[in-house]
């Protein structure tokens, strides 16, 4: 089976620059306000550079989502990476608008967690959606994950400081299951 995301490539930004220009409207009410500098190839190859030295350092992961045709479909991170007792990542990601709705958020999400899991030996993984992306929430719910809380305020989305549905997978069974088969 082919896989669904890669490690992110200097290699990457031309065409991802082109994606995120064709995608820019679409991803602005769900992303922060980005200055048009990020928008540009240039931008981009300082965004690798900068994700590719965090993640020599072992504090995310940054990787790309791929069409089962080998072209980027979008982004996925493992931001915030944090060990010792933690052993913990937060996780985001986005497809462009002319792919939504064909499974590669799922698919991709679910081989970063067997990531995170797996080769990273992390404990938890975390992400947030805007209260009203049910589309993600459905994404993250078909991937185990469980919702565990409202962030009010949470991140400053286009503009706005706005609430977030909080969700979680863990490597330990859940404490509904857990107290369901005491």
């Not at 490690?7 to 620059?17: C, F, G, H, Q, V």
């Not at 409207?25 to 994700?51: M, V």
């Not at 286009?158 to 299951?177: C, I, K, M, N, Y």
Request: aromatic share 8%; hydrophobic share 50%.
């Amino acid at each position: 089976m082919a896989h669904t995301i890669r490690l992110l490539s200097p290699n990457d930004a031309t065409e991802l620059t082109r994606l995120l220009r064709a995608n820019r409207a679409f991803l602005a009410p769900w992303d922060p306000i980005r200055e048009d500098s990020y928008f540009a190839e240039a931008g981009q190859l300082k965004f690798a550079a900068d994700a590719l030295l965090a993640y020599a350092a072992g504090r995310m992961v940054p990787l790309l989502i791929v069409s089962p045709e080998g072209k980027i479909a979008g982004q996925l991170n493992l931001n915030g990476i944090v060990r010792g007792a933690f052993q913990s990542a937060t996780l985001g990601y986005w497809v462009a608008e002319e792919l939504n709705g064909r499974g590669l958020a799922t698919a991709a999400v679910a081989e970063a967690v067997a990531l995170a899991f797996g080769t990273l030996g992390l404990h938890r993984v975390e992400a947030g959606t805007l209260v009203h992306n049910v589309a993600s929430q459905r994404v993250l719910s078909k991937n185990g994950f469980e919702r565990f809380g409202v962030a009010p305020a949470y991140l400053n989305i286009a503009g706005t400081w706005q609430d977030h549905v909080l969700f979680q997978r863990t490597t330990s069974p859940s404490a509904e299951a857990s107290a369901e088969s005491a």
